[in-house]
């Protein structure tokens, strides 16, 4: 992502009783992130009560296959609740 702005709705997928993914989710080693501008607004992310997946940011990418040079991500959450993010990606990248 370069530029422009991707409004990303809460999820609630659940395939074939592997739980619910993370609202933005590119969670396997071969997927490729790259964001030097623009937003991503994550809106209303995924929750469900009592269970441990609800992200709202999984980026599980093998980190060579990450670049993060720019741009914002924005996270709307409900006051009741908190944001939670897994990535692999480290700091600086």
């Known amino acids: 992502m370069s530029g422009g ?3 990303i709705e809460g999820n609630t997928l659940n395939i074939s009783g592997l739980g619910i993914y ?4 590119l969670p396997y080693p071969d997927n490729v992130f790259r964001m030097s501008g623009g937003t991503i607004n994550i809106l209303s992310p995924t929750t469900v009560s009592g269970s ?7 980026l599980g ?3 060579n ?6 741009g914002t991500v924005n996270i709307t959450i409900p006051s009741n609740r908190n944001a939670y993010l897994n ?4 700091s600086g990248t």
């Open 5 to 7: 702005t991707l409004n």
């Open 22 to 25: 993370a609202s933005f989710s």
């Open 52 to 58: 441990a997946n609800n992200f709202s940011l999984l």
């Open 61 to 63: 990418m093998n980190p």
């Open 65 to 70: 296959n990450a670049s993060v040079t720019g």
């Open 87 to 90: 990535t692999t990606i480290p």
